[in-house]
């Protein structure tokens, strides 16, 4: 009766370690979930803040890319958030805002020669997002990694054309330090979001120097 006695004992205790693992995995999930909830209600509100700034239909387009940019670096969490415009010859871009969030700066007048980035600019010329969770080694984004991505320590790059009409008009440009980042779908909207609100403030600039 010993044995029996001892099997006995021993299949609360399975079930108890199986239950102890379904509690532990509800509670992960339940965390991702609420932690994934944080993150739109701040994407929803600094959406919400961002269309009412003034800066966007002021025709001061400093201020409204001050704005923007400022914005994003804090919304989601990158060190270095940009705007690039793309110049009336095609060939380079222009960096007309850059704000580092860590050093709460702000910066502009960086070049960039598309005879340099053949890659990156064939691509940002179809129009397409270039979401590269691996800079460095991403085939659209590593012609930048000795001069541009390694001395930043950028290791992923979320970048959203900008477009007046159907025409390309520049770039908005997330760059995260640190470890490899996988840009989420919600970041690739926000930044989508981002590009509208600096082709509003350019089309707001030029109806008022009309």
């Known amino acids: 009766m010993q044995p029996s006695s001892l099997q006995h004992q021993e299949v ?29 209600n701040r994407l929803l509100v600094a959406m919400t803040l961002l269309t009412r700034h003034r800066s966007l239909v002021s025709g001061d387009l400093a201020s409204a890319f001050r704005d923007i940019t400022r914005m994003a670096a804090r919304t989601v969490e990158v060190q270095r958030a940009s705007v690039w415009l793309l110049d009336d010859t095609r060939t380079h871009l222009t960096c007309a805002c850059l704000f580092d969030g ?39 984004t590593r012609e930048f990694a000795d001069v541009y991505l390694r001395p930043l320590n950028i290791s992923s790059m979320l970048d959203v054309p900008i477009k007046k009409g159907d025409r390309l008009s520049g770039v908005v440009c997330l760059e995260h330090t640190g470890p490899r980042r996988r840009w989420q779908p919600e970041e690739l909207q926000f930044a989508a979001f981002l590009s509208s609100l600096v082709s509003l403030a350019m089309d707001a600039t030029d109806q008022i120097r009309k």
């Open 102 to 140: 860590i050093e709460s700066l702000f910066g502009e007048g960086a070049h960039l020669l598309a005879s340099n980035y053949p890659a990156y600019f064939a691509e940002i010329e179809r129009g397409r997002v270039v979401a590269a969770d691996d800079a460095l080694e991403d085939p659209r």
């Open 12 to 40: 609360p205790d399975a079930l108890l370690e199986v239950e102890g693992g379904r509690l532990a995995a509800l509670t992960l999930e339940n965390q991702r979930l609420l932690a994934k909830e944080s993150f739109l």
